[in-house]
């Protein structure tokens, strides 16, 4: 059973830049296609980012191109979402998943607030 453990989320300005961290255990994050998600206030839940095993292609929602990175680092069991330029739309309950496709995640952390402020 993987465990994933988010944290990095708080309370920003517009413009500014958060680090989330997906910490994983019971399984090894490198064999998963591991994506984040996000859900806002009154909304649903939406995709935001995902990185794949092997090759390691990554896949982000038209919304966060160019702001958002995804990577992994293995030793640590970890994957990262660096978020720059953040906006007052990407305040939502950040949420770190795992699973075998990019379509279907088995495994889900209990989520990480990010607060942009205008």
């Known amino acids: 059973q993987v465990q994933l453990v988010e944290s990095g989320g708080g309370l920003v300005q517009a413009g500014d830049s958060l680090r989330l961290s997906c910490a994983a255990s019971?399984?090894?994050?490198?064999?998963?296609?591991t994506g984040w998600f996000r859900q806002a206030p009154g909304k649903d839940r939406e995709f935001v980012a995902a990185?794949?095993?092997?090759?390691?292609?990554?896949y982000y929602t038209d919304s966060v191109k160019g702001r958002f990175t995804i990577s992994r680092d293995n030793a640590k069991n970890t994957v990262y979402l660096q978020m720059n330029s953040l906006r007052p739309e990407d305040t939502a309950i950040y949420y770190c998943?795992?699973?075998?496709?990019?379509?279907?995640?088995?495994?889900w952390g209990q989520g990480t607030q990010v607060t942009v402020s205008a």
């Open positions: 990185i794949t095993w092997g090759r390691t292609n990554t």
């Open positions: 998943a795992a699973g075998h496709t990019t379509i279907n995640y088995n495994y």
């Open positions: 019971g399984g090894t994050l490198s064999t998963y296609v």
